[in-house]
């Protein structure tokens, strides 16, 4: 969440996901086209990587380095108020996670008694 994902069009409107740092690294650069965070947690060990979008195949180069020299800027200056907003926001999509699938058992068990 600390990342976020970005495009060049987003379905959401204007300033949805202006906080996420790929929004910015986005913006930055005119080459890339969208941006996305994958992430994979097991019970000994995680998965991680970024999924890059750039407008040509000749920016694949200027992609990577741009991707590196971003993730290397957000070490250098993360605050903790950046880091608190990615934990705010994990909560909640795990709740929204946990409500859908509580929804989902209550139709099933509905649909199994009628």
């Known amino acids: 969440m600390l990342l976020g994902e970005s495009s060049v069009f987003s379905s959401g409107g204007p300033g949805k996901g202006m906080h996420c740092s790929l929004s910015r690294l986005l913006s930055e650069t005119g080459f890339i086209s969208s941006l996305k965070v994958h992430n994979q947690v097991f019970s000994d060990g995680g998965l991680f990587g970024i999924e890059a979008t750039s407008l040509q195949n000749k920016y694949s180069e200027h992609t990577l380095e741009a991707i590196s020299g ?41 649909s199994l008694l009628l």
């Open 70 to 110: 971003h993730l290397i800027n957000l070490l250098e200056s993360l605050r903790n108020e950046d880091v608190q907003r990615a934990k705010n926001l994990t909560k909640i999509n795990v709740e929204q996670t946990l409500e859908r699938s509580r929804t989902r058992l209550e139709d099933n068990l509905r």
